[in-house]
């Protein structure tokens, strides 16, 4: 026997609140599940692993529709494993894209820090001045 879940329930079992269900659904990641006449949604009990996958997907940085990509290669027999490897990979060098960025923006910020005691009024800080030249900060 299938146990049903509604939303409140759901949430509950896989940490999240409503609205995100709702998003999800909203979103296509999650389908939307049959109602009852009374119109409250009854969710498989197995919705509650699908709501966590989605959750850990975005914790370790996948966008809404990689995940989208990720639920599909899923549940998808025909597909084969290195295209959730190739997605994996993909989404590696586009962290480590990220890193290089946020590394140049610590590295332009602390540079400008470093020269400036903080000393005087801020209308006429050399901080504020070199964001609105048109130099490139490095």
């Known amino acids: ?69 990720l639920l599909s290669l899923r549940i998808d027999a025909q597909r084969e494993r290195v295209e959730v490897r190739d997605l994996a990979q993909a989404k590696i060098a586009d962290i480590e894209g990220k890193i290089r960025t946020l590394k140049a923006m610590k590295t332009a910020l602390y540079r400008l820090t470093e020269r400036y005691s903080g000393c005087g009024p801020a209308s006429q800080c050399p901080i504020l001045e070199s964001i609105d030249s048109e130099e490139v900060l490095r």
């Open 1 to 69: 026997m299938t146990t049903t879940l509604k939303i409140g329930q759901l949430a509950k079992r896989a940490e999240v609140n409503l609205q995100t269900i709702r998003y999800y659904e909203r979103e296509s990641l999650f389908p939307e599940p049959p109602r009852l006449s009374s119109r409250y949604r009854l969710y498989p009990d197995s919705a509650a692993r699908r709501v966590r996958f989605i959750k850990r997907a975005q914790e370790i940085g996948f966008s809404l529709a990689e995940i989208r990509e």
